[in-house]
């Protein structure tokens, strides 16, 4: 639902390929412990770490961020009436029990930006702050790009074929590297 409002608000509107890429990053559930004591950068302050962080993203993206937080609130606000609770099960945690979707968190944006821009996993990785381990960026990476592929059919049945080609654009801006890399485990 948040996707569709987003997408329909035009928040997605006017960014790069690595922009659209990192505003999709916003879109994925994150994980409960993602913000605690046991993750690289849990604690105290977080919130304004955060917002400190954004500062330094391309105004384009921090101007989707900000659409994208109001579509948020129009679908929460839709959802009051029917007293709804949306919780992303026990993999994701969920936003207290209030009513909606889950915050937008921009924790993984820089990072994604970075990738998407062609910088290397490890200069990727430094531009996260520690919000993330490692492997969290490259499971981060690898579900964003199938939700970018989501959001592509959607906008084809939406009709927006531009936005539909940039969004499979910014997926195949994605794949590539240690993150798309087959398991050393597997044959084939």
Not at 125 to 130: E, I, K, L
Not at 136 to 150: G, P, T
Not at 179 to 184: E, G, I, R, V
Request: hydrophobic share 50%; proline share 5%; aromatic share 4%.
């Amino acid at each position: 639902m948040l996707a569709v409002e987003v997408m329909m608000s035009g928040a997605l509107r006017g960014l790069s390929e690595a922009e659209l890429a990192a505003a999709a990053s916003c879109l994925l559930p994150q994980r409960a412990a993602a913000r605690s004591a046991t993750s690289p950068a849990g604690g105290e302050g977080d919130e304004r770490a955060e917002a400190a962080a954004e500062l330094d993203l391309p105004a384009p993206l921090q101007r989707a961020l900000g659409q994208m937080r109001g579509a948020r609130g129009r679908v929460v606000a839709a959802l009051a009436p029917v007293s709804a609770t949306v919780g992303v099960g026990d993999e994701g945690g969920s936003d207290g029990g209030a009513a909606g979707p889950p915050p937008i968190v921009s924790a993984l944006a820089r990072a994604t930006l970075s990738w998407a821009s062609g910088a290397s996993f490890v200069e990727s990785h430094q531009a996260c702050f520690g919000e993330a381990w490692e492997g969290e960026l490259v499971r981060a990476l690898r579900a964003l790009e199938h939700l970018l592929v989501d959001l592509a059919a959607a906008a084809e049945a939406l009709g927006d074929a531009d936005l539909r080609s940039r969004l499979e654009a910014s997926g195949r801006a994605l794949h590539r590297g240690l993150p798309f890399a087959p398991s050393l485990f597997l044959n084939g």
